[in-house]
Every structure is written in structure tokens, then in C-alpha cells.
């Protein structure tokens, strides 16, 4: 056994690895399979032991089961797409996917008065949805999110919503109604902020690739890279990833 694997692995499933020390576990694990079912067992006992955990407990009780579930969530993710590499016969293998998204990427538009008082209702709308979110109310959160969508349909609003839901889609592992989302938010006319249209293009990379929809994860990852903002570098290694596995 390989002791600074074994570290890792623990320090992963209790999140305090950073994006680059989680991309050397996956090259580790590439090079050593055997441990894929060790990951696997870890995260086992973590779920059975959270469950155990009273739920009627200190606040700080609870926020360690959250974080202890939302580990668990992303070692699932990790764990998908480590089989799926690893069963791949060449030697170039598609980009790790993000394996989940921070609810603080979620949207909400700047609410104040003005002429237009369905923009300022539906961002009423969406911070209420939002605010539902943190308290940990996904279901009428994204009722809340509907709401703006069906009732504002052209809006910045509705694009925001749009992005949430996939957000909320994404984190539950049903990538199908993520990239939805996401490619519903991002075909949408409204005049949204270029960070913000980067953003969705960069989430539905993604999922796409998650969805195993290669050329289309190709295409985001692309016109994501093509805009200045926060995942213009992110965007442009997974896109050259892309073309490299596309092209074998």
C-alpha cells in the first residue's frame, strides 16, 4: 500500500485538497487502479457513518454531516468519470470534469426600483429561491426559479434561474437536466454580462462531458475559452484536451 495515496484519498474525502493536489490524486489512481476500490469502500463507510449521525445535534454538528454528504456527492462524480477513464483503450483521455458547483455561483440581479417592476419582481423571485438554497430547500427553491421563467421569460431574470436550476441539477448528479439548463441559459437573447455568459458556457462544457456528449462538450468549452473572465485559462486547457481526444 502506498501510504501517501492512502492520505490523500482521506484528505479528499474530507475536502481539504485543492483543485491541483485533486487533479495529482487522479493521475495517482490512474497509475495505481487498485486503489479505485479503495476509494470506493472510504466513501462507503463515510455515507454509513454521516447517516448514523443525530440529526438534532449543535449547529456545528450539522454543518459537519452537510459537508460530510456534499464529500460524498463529489467522490461519486469522481468516481464515474475515474471508471470511465480508466476503461478508455488509448492513451489520451478526455479532462476531468469540475465535480460540483458552489452554490455562490448562483445569480441573482441587483434589486432595486425602477421603471420596470417586473425585473425588480422577478429578482425579488430569484433571491427568494436563492435564500431557499442556503437554507438547504432545493425543491421550492427551484419551484421559485420556475416561477420566474414561465413569468418572465425574456428577462436577464430568466437566465439566472435558468443557470440556478442547472446548478442545483448538476450537484445532484443529473447532468441530463444540468446541460439542459445550462444550454437553455445559454441560447437565451437577453444582454447578460460577459463573465456571467462565460460562466454558463463553462457549466455546460461540463456537463456535457459528464453526459459523454463530446462534441458538444468540445463547442462550450470553445466558446468559453473565446471570452475574457474567470475560466478563460480553465476553459482553454479543457477545450485542447477536447480536440486531442476528438482527433485520436
Not at 40 to 66: F, G, W
Not at 97 to 102: G, L, S
Request: no cysteine; charged share 25%; hydrophobic share 45%.
Amino acid at each position: 500500500m502506498n501510504i501517501e495515496i492512502d492520505k490523500k484519498i482521506d484528505e479528499y474525502l474530507k475536502g481539504k485538497l485543492t483543485a491541483s493536489e485533486i487533479d495529482g490524486l487522479w493521475a495517482d489512481i490512474l497509475a495505481n487502479p487498485e486503489y479505485l476500490g479503495h476509494l470506493k469502500t472510504e466513501a462507503q463507510l463515510m455515507a454509513y457513518y454521516s447517516k448514523r449521525m443525530p440529526v438534532q445535534v449543535a449547529d456545528n454538528r450539522i454543518k459537519m454531516r452537510k459537508s460530510m454528504i456534499v464529500s460524498i456527492a463529489a467522490v461519486t462524480v469522481f468516481v464515474v468519470a475515474l471508471m470511465w477513464a480508466l476503461l478508455l483503450d488509448t492513451g489520451v483521455h478526455p479532462p476531468q470534469a469540475i465535480n460540483r458547483i458552489d452554490v455562490f455561483e448562483m445569480e441573482t440581479p441587483a434589486v432595486t426600483r425602477s421603471d420596470n417592476e417586473l425585473i425588480a419582481e422577478s429578482g425579488l423571485i430569484l433571491l427568494e429561491g436563492y435564500d431557499l438554497v442556503l437554507d438547504g430547500n432545493d425543491p421550492d427553491a427551484m419551484a421559485r426559479f420556475r416561477d420566474v421563467i414561465e413569468n418572465y421569460p425574456d428577462s436577464e431574470s430568466a437566465v439566472f434561474a435558468k443557470l440556478n436550476l442547472g446548478i442545483i441539477a448538476y450537484n445532484t448528479q443529473d447532468f441530463e437536466s444540468a446541460l439542459s439548463h445550462f444550454e437553455s441559459a445559454s441560447a437565451a437573447e437577453a444582454d447578460t454580462d460577459e463573465m456571467i455568459r462565460q460562466k454558463i458556457l463553462w457549466f455546460t462544457a461540463n456537463a456535457a462531458l459528464l453526459t459523454e456528449n463530446m462534441e458538444t462538450a468540445a463547442v462550450y468549452s470553445r466558446d468559453a475559452s473565446n471570452l475574457n473572465g474567470y475560466y478563460t485559462e480553465k476553459a482553454s486547457e479543457f477545450y485542447a484536451s477536447m480536440q486531442a481526444y476528438l482527433k485520436q
